[in-house]
């Protein structure tokens, strides 16, 4: 059918567009834009000594990490889509992507100073370091594995900032507070008025029998009044909110990029206008 090659096509150019955005040498905020004003920080080190770029330089990192994620996450779920699978393995997909999105959702929410930036990127190190502990462990593996990522590594690292030591079992440092990974997703999805999406791609994720079931349709009757027969069907429907989800993951921290960045107009301000009024137009077209 060729609402999914058409739904795969504009994957393919969405994600292409903020690939392009997230390389290297297009990573730098402008002069005179908030990131600008965080990497000229004031802040101090333990030892008197100042910060520095690289702390907040670190942070703009993993936001491009997770961009790049989503970026791959998209080009998945559009081989997916063009094949004409059934929902649950692009579903599974689009939840992934709107995590990544989510990351560095949170990670350049406006009005942060660089030292609430900083702090946030050690929460997530240090959840981090926990589960990768954690994975180590019941695997059997050597500890020295993780390298420098282990929970005494970035306690020292924060203290060598000046940070504060962390509370609440590790989730929160100087008042900022790690969401839980759903909480993260909804108050995303919640802005972008993507609403539900996230629960039922996780119910599919998850194999509950209402995630299974979106995986079969109605094909065939045996004989007159008797039950009809499921099968692993594709989903024009479900195949089209999915490819929603991913876009908004694709554009969402896009946008937050933007404004951190202050990505120019006439520039990347204006081709980041033009993708979504793209993007909505296309999804209009192609709704089922």
């Given at each position: 059918?060729?609402?999914y090659?058409d739904l795969?096509?504009l994957l393919?150019?969405?994600?292409?567009?903020?690939d392009?955005?997230t390389?290297?040498?297009?990573w730098?905020?402008e002069?005179?834009?908030?990131?600008?004003a965080?990497?000229?920080?004031t802040?101090?080190?333990a030892?008197g000594?100042p910060w520095?770029?690289?702390?907040?330089?670190?942070?703009?990192?993993l936001g491009q990490?997770?961009?790049k994620m989503?970026?791959?996450?998209?080009?998945s779920?559009?081989?997916?889509?063009?094949?004409?699978?059934p929902p649950?393995a692009i579903?599974?997909?689009?939840?992934?992507?709107?995590?990544?999105?989510s990351v560095?959702?949170w990670?350049?929410e406006?009005?942060?100073?660089a030292?609430e930036?900083?702090?946030?990127l050690?929460?997530?190190r240090r959840?981090?370091?926990?589960?990768l502990a954690?994975?180590i462990a019941e695997v059997?593996?050597?500890p020295a594995a993780?390298g420098?990522?282990?929970?005494?590594?970035?306690?020292?690292?924060?203290?060598?900032?000046g940070?504060?030591s962390?509370?609440q079992g590790g989730?929160?440092?100087e008042?900022?507070i790690?969401p839980?990974?759903t909480?993260?997703?909804?108050?995303?999805?919640?802005?972008?008025?993507?609403?539900?999406?996230?629960s039922?791609y996780?119910?599919?994720?998850h194999?509950?029998?209402?995630?299974v079931w979106?995986?079969?349709?109605?094909?065939a009757?045996?004989?007159?009044?008797r039950?009809?027969?499921?099968?692993?069907?594709?989903?024009?429907e479900?195949?089209h909110?999915?490819?929603d989800?991913?876009?908004k993951?694709?554009?969402?921290?896009a946008e937050r990029?933007?404004?951190?960045?202050?990505w120019?107009?006439?520039g990347?301000a204006d081709e980041?206008?033009?993708?979504?009024d793209h993007?909505n137009?296309e999804?209009?077209r192609?709704k089922?």
């Amino acid at each position: 059918m060729p609402i999914y090659s058409d739904l795969a096509a504009l994957l393919n150019d969405v994600a292409g567009r903020v690939d392009s955005w997230t390389r290297q040498e297009a990573w730098e905020p402008e002069l005179g834009s908030p990131g600008a004003a965080e990497l000229a920080n004031t802040e101090i080190r333990a030892d008197g000594s100042p910060w520095g770029e690289r702390p907040t330089r670190t942070v703009f990192q993993l936001g491009q990490m997770q961009m790049k994620m989503v970026v791959e996450y998209a080009r998945s779920a559009a081989l997916l889509v063009a094949a004409e699978r059934p929902p649950p393995a692009i579903e599974v997909e689009t939840r992934a992507a709107l995590e990544a999105a989510s990351v560095t959702w949170w990670l350049f929410e406006p009005g942060l100073a660089a030292r609430e930036r900083v702090c946030r990127l050690q929460l997530l190190r240090r959840n981090s370091a926990r589960e990768l502990a954690r994975s180590i462990a019941e695997v059997g593996a050597d500890p020295a594995a993780a390298g420098g990522e282990t929970i005494p590594a970035i306690e020292a690292y924060g203290h060598s900032l000046g940070l504060a030591s962390f509370g609440q079992g590790g989730d929160e440092l100087e008042g900022q507070i790690r969401p839980r990974y759903t909480a993260r997703v909804k108050d995303l999805t919640t802005e972008l008025g993507y609403l539900g999406g996230y629960s039922i791609y996780s119910g599919v994720a998850h194999a509950e029998l209402a995630g299974v079931w979106r995986l079969f349709g109605e094909t065939a009757t045996t004989v007159p009044d008797r039950q009809p027969i499921h099968s692993p069907v594709p989903n024009p429907e479900a195949s089209h909110a999915a490819t929603d989800g991913v876009l908004k993951a694709l554009m969402a921290p896009a946008e937050r990029t933007a404004f951190l960045f202050g990505w120019p107009s006439p520039g990347l301000a204006d081709e980041y206008s033009a993708t979504v009024d793209h993007m909505n137009t296309e999804m209009i077209r192609l709704k089922p």
